[in-house]
């Protein structure tokens, strides 16, 4: 297993002109959105390089584990890739994490770029690597789309290792607070799905960063309660709650007002567990299963402060 130095660097820039690769490890990629996408990247600048995977369908995945964890280490094995885009979210990736051939990736260290399924992902590349990853836009779901100019700088500056990166965020406290640790998180869902394995985020002396979509609040605090109850939390620096969206249930329309981290529902939840530790909370990052979708460099230096009203990385 590699050696984590004390410090993760940034992966190498990434700049208009360079290959990149596009990784499928989760659930099936829908050709148009894809097609959009690889649009969206050559819009950028960047030459796409996918998965042989991208057009396969396996059930719930993109293929077959096999396939899925192949064709990833196909395009980690090509030196002339300068990083890569993971195409969506769903499930799967969780099931590849023991199949990682995390020496291939050490001896190629590049920009990881994704979000939702692939959390888990991400954070150990921060872990075991050493390198700094990044929670951002995937491409057949953000870059398939219109993203706007401000969410397009942040990807780009990010790619190219310009910092510092700051995103407003509101805390939710009375009290002012200036707290500093390094930024870990993603989805939350799959942040409580590593709990009680060897792939378990490390959260001790961090930011955590958490988001989520299509869950419902008793659902949220079910979770949040699970990582309290782990441990989880005794430790973190401070919290920063990014896109909540509203779970659609198939029976009713759903209300965002009974999701929207600027609501009083979940506000209330919030203020419970700050109640209980002593880190603050800020909410209103825009990251996650949104738009604009902004990307936030995990692993590095993060700073919260209550006063600017922003989360400072880097």
């Not at 399924?117 to 991400?122: A, F, G, M, P």
């Not at 309660?225 to 430790?235: D, M, P």
């Not at 620096?237 to 329309?253: F, H, I, K, N």
């Amino acid at each position: 297993m590699p050696t984590q130095p004390t410090h993760p660097v940034l992966p190498p820039p990434v700049i208009p002109g360079d290959r990149v690769g596009v990784a499928a490890l989760s659930g099936p990629v829908d050709p148009e959105l894809l097609e959009r996408g690889l649009a969206g990247l050559r819009e950028l600048g960047f030459e796409p390089v996918v998965a042989a995977n991208l057009s396969a369908q396996a059930g719930l995945f993109a293929g077959d584990d096999r396939e899925r964890l192949a064709e990833f280490h196909r395009l980690a094995e090509d030196p002339e890739i300068k990083a890569i885009f993971f195409a969506r979210g769903g499930h799967g990736a969780l099931r590849l994490l023991p199949g990682v051939d995390w020496q291939l990736l050490e001896r190629h260290p590049r920009a990881y770029i994704g979000y939702s399924d692939v959390t888990l992902l991400l954070n150990l590349i921060v872990e075991r690597l050493g390198l700094v990853a990044f929670h951002g836009p995937m491409a057949a779901v953000d870059l398939a789309r219109e993203m706007d100019r401000a969410e397009r700088g942040s990807l780009l500056a990010a790619l190219r290792g310009e910092l510092p990166a700051t995103i407003a965020v509101e805390p939710i406290g009375g009290r002012p607070f200036d707290v500093s640790g390094p930024l870990v998180g993603g989805c939350l869902s799959l942040l409580v799905a590593g709990l009680g394995t060897e792939y378990q985020v490390s959260t001790a002396r961090t930011i955590l960063f958490w988001e989520d979509v299509n869950e419902p609040l008793y659902r949220l605090d079910r979770m949040l309660t699970q990582l309290r109850l782990s441990g989880s939390l005794s430790a973190i620096r401070g919290m920063v709650v990014g896109s909540v969206q509203p779970a659609d249930t198939g029976l009713s329309e759903p209300n965002p007002a009974d999701h929207d981290p600027s609501t009083s529902d979940l506000r209330q939840l919030l203020n419970e567990l700050e109640s209980v530790f002593d880190w603050p909370i800020a909410v209103g990052c825009a990251s996650g299963h949104c738009e604009p979708n902004m990307t936030l460099p995990l692993g590095l230096e993060a700073r919260l402060d209550s006063e600017r009203g922003a989360l400072v990385i880097g």
